[in-house]
């Protein structure tokens, strides 16, 4: 089955996306930043960016129904004293649209913008088409002016079937061998990921989508001792580098919020992702889906920390063991045995300090 149509579809919802994101960063606003009642912080750009994806779907996709499952809902934005940051939110959306010719003329009001957010309520599971949405993945580094990402993905019958990717901090050359991820001139940065399944994953410049795009393919390496890691900025984990010393990677973690790690992953900036909590938690799977078939179809592998792939079809939450693995086909064999001598040590660990704490 093709899925050219869908895919030149969510290339522009996410493309429009990141035009959205990019404009809130140039002059970010004390009051475009909140918590959320979870104690996470949200941007006007979370809000925007889902408003345009859904609108984009919804119109490009006439024929179909879209079920959207994406992180953020309209609650907030619904009380009166979210009125002035719903007025601003809609104004960028609009202000985002109109930059497209087919959208130019279409009028869009506050509640068809919160409408468009309540789109993303579904709840996805195993039959039928569900698209998937990050959208700001690593909002604390959007917020720095650091990495992060809009991820769209479709799942089909709860499998994973393409995915499109927008990195605007990310440059366009690889950032192997030590180049800095969050700084690089501004026409050189920002990235476009898609791929589908059985058709490879692809890049191209986010801010020349006419450019022609170049197949991405995971990292050629086979010498742990010369591969590197990703972790994100805010959660270090100890058995991140238990595991990277038992494979052999002599190399300190490169340090990248959201998906981009991911993306980065895919194109060869590196050979390994560990995703690891310190108690076992929920993942939400728009936090992976686009990222995994990126990795997938550029040769690589994804894996939960017993080797399964990852499950997207239980809802919005994933089905998986402990932890996230992402490597080179290379390289995983040897990254789950040290995943797993890591887990039964830890485990050893805590049993011992349990046993102590009885006596």
């Given amino acids: 089955m093709s899925y050219d149509e869908m895919l030149a579809a969510a290339k522009k919802a996410?493309?429009?996306?990141?035009?959205?994101?990019?404009?809130?960063?140039?002059?970010?606003?004390?009051?475009?930043?909140?918590?959320k009642s979870d104690d996470s912080p949200v941007t006007v750009a979370d809000y925007g960016s889902q408003a345009v994806v859904s609108i984009v779907l919804e119109r490009e996709l006439k024929n179909e129904p879209v079920s959207l499952v994406a992180e953020e809902d309209s609650a907030e934005l619904r009380k009166v004293a979210a009125e002035t940051v719903l007025a601003r939110i809609t104004e960028l959306v609009k202000d985002t649209l109109a930059t497209d010719e087919s959208y130019a003329a279409s009028p869009l009001s506050s509640?068809?913008?919160?409408?468009?957010?309540?789109?993303?309520?579904?709840?996805?599971?195993?039959?039928?088409?569900?698209?998937?949405?990050?959208?700001?993945?690593?909002t604390r580094g959007f917020i720095r002016g650091e990495q992060y990402a809009i991820g769209l993905a479709l799942l089909v019958d709860g499998k994973v079937v393409l995915g499109?990717?927008?990195?605007?901090?990310?440059?366009?050359?690889?950032?192997?061998?030590?180049?800095?991820?969050?700084?690089?001139?501004?026409?050189?940065?920002?990235?476009?990921?898609?791929?589908?399944?059985?058709?490879?994953?692809?890049?191209?410049?986010?801010?020349?989508l006419d450019s022609p795009p170049v197949k991405v393919e995971v990292s050629s390496?086979?010498?742990?001792?010369?591969?590197?890691?990703?972790?994100?900025?805010?959660?270090?984990?100890?058995?991140?580098?238990?595991?990277?010393?038992?494979?052999?990677?002599?190399?300190?973690?490169?340090?990248?919020?959201?998906?981009?790690?991911?993306?980065?992953?895919?194109?060869g900036d590196g050979e390994v992702y560990l995703r690891f909590t310190r108690k076992a938690r929920p993942e939400s799977i728009w936090n992976h889906a686009a990222g995994s078939i990126l990795v997938s179809e550029a040769g690589g592998k994804v894996t939960d920390a017993a080797g399964n792939p990852l499950d997207f079809s239980k809802g919005k939450y994933l089905d998986y063991k402990r932890g996230i693995v992402v490597t080179t086909q290379k390289l995983l064999p040897r990254l789950l045995k040290a995943v797993r001598e890591s887990l039964k040590e830890e485990e050893e660990e805590e049993e011992k300090a349990a046993s102590l704490k009885l006596h």
């Fill in 164 to 208: 499109v990717m927008a990195c605007p901090k990310l440059p366009l050359a690889s950032t192997a061998a030590g180049v800095n991820t969050n700084k690089s001139s501004p026409e050189k940065v920002g990235c476009l990921f898609f791929g589908a399944v059985g058709t490879g994953a692809y890049v191209q410049s986010l801010n020349a």
């Fill in 221 to 267: 390496n086979d010498d742990p001792a010369k591969a590197s890691f990703f972790e994100s900025y805010h959660t270090p984990v100890p058995i991140h580098n238990t595991i990277a010393t038992k494979l052999g990677i002599k190399e300190s973690p490169i340090k990248i919020n959201s998906q981009t790690k991911y993306a980065a992953l895919s194109r």
């Fill in 111 to 138: 509640d068809d913008v919160l409408t468009a957010i309540d789109s993303g309520k579904s709840e996805g599971g195993p039959k039928g088409r569900h698209w998937v949405l990050d959208p700001i993945g690593g």
């Fill in 14 to 35: 996410v493309s429009l996306a990141a035009r959205l994101s990019n404009e809130v960063r140039k002059s970010l606003l004390v009051s475009d930043v909140w918590n």
